[in-house]
């Protein structure tokens, strides 16, 4: 299968945290946490569709400043998902700047801000230029038990809040089903290619009944009083694979209540993002900031059964040492997983 999902780590494995991710034939993207962001163009920028920070510590935070800046002026609406208090925090680094002059802008920019946090439901705010970026309250988010926060185009948003001695968030970010249509088949029975095989599709993502009809028609213009068959006799022209899904963890302690939400959020993810900032003989250190070490990123990439582990958020106090860092996290991970950049 084809990977729909394209992410790029921006700043190295020691730099400021921030991953891009592209998707096949998806005009957005989506931007996990907002370290320097200098490495992007502005026509990367103006392409971000989602924002998911984990947590307001400045290195995941900085650089929304650069976003900002290229957003103002154009008309979107920018989805933000953050931790508990976020939407205050985003208040306060709008409300840094003067906006006395918003009147003269005809677009306008909107964010929503979606906080996940341990409660049954997750507060969402609004700030829109035209108000000055006032903060105005939005109805309430049942609290999705599988973390679903929300989708974009065909990706569904999963997040789970941990412990770093603030709440911080881990992401997953998935991929529909894909459908792919079995040419040879429809062939086989005489079946033309054409509009209908989407409404097949639709149908059996939303799964209908065999019984349901479905209409056969090559051109838009057949739609009307096109043959049907039914659901039943349809369902294998269509092959269902699952979709591509990347995990992003970071910024966390070694806790076994962490441990068992960020395996949950990352299990079979065929990418993992997971921080490994201190060695393993450094645990000590490791736990008292909050952190995670190689070996604890090793075994969470094995017990969720990932297939590839990106390593990132190296301490700077190992320059030099990347491949040591390394090494230790694919030990840990074991020989089904495989570790980006080892060797």
Same mark, same amino acid.
């Given at each position: 299968?084809?990977?729909?999902?394209?992410?790029?780590?921006?700043?190295?494995?020691?730099?400021?945290?921030? =991953?891009?991710?592209?998707?096949? #034939?998806?005009?957005?993207?989506?931007?996990?946490?907002?370290?320097?962001?200098?490495?992007?163009?502005?026509? #990367?920028?103006?392409?971000?569709?989602?924002?998911?920070?984990?947590?307001?510590?400045?290195?995941?935070?900085?650089?929304?400043?650069?976003?900002?800046? %290229?957003?103002?002026?154009?008309?979107?609406?920018?989805?933000?998902?953050?931790?508990?208090?976020? $939407?205050?925090?985003?208040?306060?680094?709008?409300?840094?700047?003067?906006?006395?002059?918003?009147?003269?802008?005809?677009?306008?920019?909107?964010?929503? =801000?979606?906080?996940?946090?341990?409660?049954?439901?997750?507060?969402?705010?609004?700030?829109?230029?035209?108000?000055?970026?006032?903060?105005?309250?939005?109805?309430?988010?049942?609290?999705?038990?599988?973390?679903?926060?929300?989708?974009?185009?065909?990706?569904?948003?999963?997040?789970?809040? %941990?412990?770093?001695?603030?709440?911080?968030?881990?992401?997953?970010?998935?991929?529909?089903?894909?459908?792919?249509?079995?040419?040879?088949?429809?062939?086989?029975?005489?079946?033309?290619?054409?509009?209908?095989?989407?409404?097949?599709?639709?149908?059996?993502?939303? &799964? #209908?009944?065999?019984?349901?009809?479905?209409? =056969?028609?090559?051109?838009?213009?057949?739609?009307?009083?096109?043959?049907?068959?039914?659901?039943?006799?349809?369902?294998?022209?269509?092959?269902?694979?699952?979709?591509?899904?990347?995990?992003? /963890?970071?910024?966390?302690?070694?806790?076994? &209540?962490?441990?068992?939400?960020?395996?949950?959020? $990352?299990?079979? $993810?065929?990418?993992?993002?997971?921080?490994?900032?201190?060695?393993?003989?450094?645990?000590?250190?490791?736990?008292?900031?909050?952190? /995670?070490?190689?070996?604890?990123?090793?075994?969470?990439?094995?017990?969720?059964?990932?297939?590839? =582990?990106?390593?990132?958020?190296?301490?700077?106090?190992?320059?030099?040492?990347?491949? &040591?860092?390394?090494?230790?996290?694919?030990?840990?991970?074991?020989?089904?997983?495989?570790?980006?950049?080892?060797?």
């Amino acid at each position: 299968m084809r990977p729909s999902l394209h992410p790029r780590l921006l700043n190295g494995r020691s730099g400021d945290p921030a =991953v891009y991710v592209e998707a096949l #034939h998806l005009p957005q993207a989506v931007l996990l946490d907002c370290g320097d962001l200098s490495s992007l163009s502005a026509r #990367h920028l103006l392409r971000v569709g989602l924002v998911a920070v984990s947590h307001a510590h400045m290195d995941h935070w900085a650089g929304f400043d650069r976003l900002l800046r %290229l957003l103002i002026g154009r008309e979107k609406r920018l989805p933000v998902v953050g931790p508990e208090g976020f $939407a205050q925090r985003l208040f306060h680094k709008l409300q840094a700047y003067t906006w006395n002059l918003v009147d003269r802008i005809p677009a306008e920019l909107v964010f929503e =801000v979606t906080e996940v946090t341990r409660g049954a439901t997750w507060p969402r705010s609004r700030f829109r230029l035209r108000s000055g970026f006032a903060a105005e309250p939005l109805p309430a988010m049942a609290a999705a038990p599988d973390g679903t926060v929300l989708h974009l185009g065909p990706l569904r948003l999963r997040a789970t809040q %941990l412990d770093h001695g603030t709440p911080s968030l881990g992401f997953a970010l998935e991929e529909a089903l894909h459908l792919n249509v079995w040419r040879t088949r429809l062939v086989e029975r005489g079946l033309p290619t054409g509009p209908w095989l989407a409404g097949l599709k639709a149908a059996i993502l939303a &799964g #209908h009944a065999d019984d349901v009809l479905i209409p =056969v028609y090559a051109r838009p213009s057949e739609a009307e009083g096109a043959p049907c068959l039914p659901l039943g006799m349809l369902r294998d022209l269509i092959g269902i694979t699952p979709g591509q899904r990347l995990a992003y /963890l970071t910024d966390f302690a070694d806790l076994p &209540g962490n441990r068992a939400a960020a395996m949950t959020l $990352a299990e079979g $993810a065929d990418i993992l993002f997971i921080e490994s900032p201190f060695m393993a003989a450094d645990a000590a250190l490791a736990l008292d900031r909050r952190h /995670l070490t190689t070996r604890a990123a090793g075994e969470i990439a094995r017990q969720a059964r990932a297939r590839k =582990v990106e390593p990132f958020h190296f301490s700077p106090r190992y320059a030099g040492m990347e491949a &040591g860092l390394l090494a230790e996290l694919a030990e840990a991970a074991g020989p089904d997983v495989a570790v980006q950049g080892l060797g």
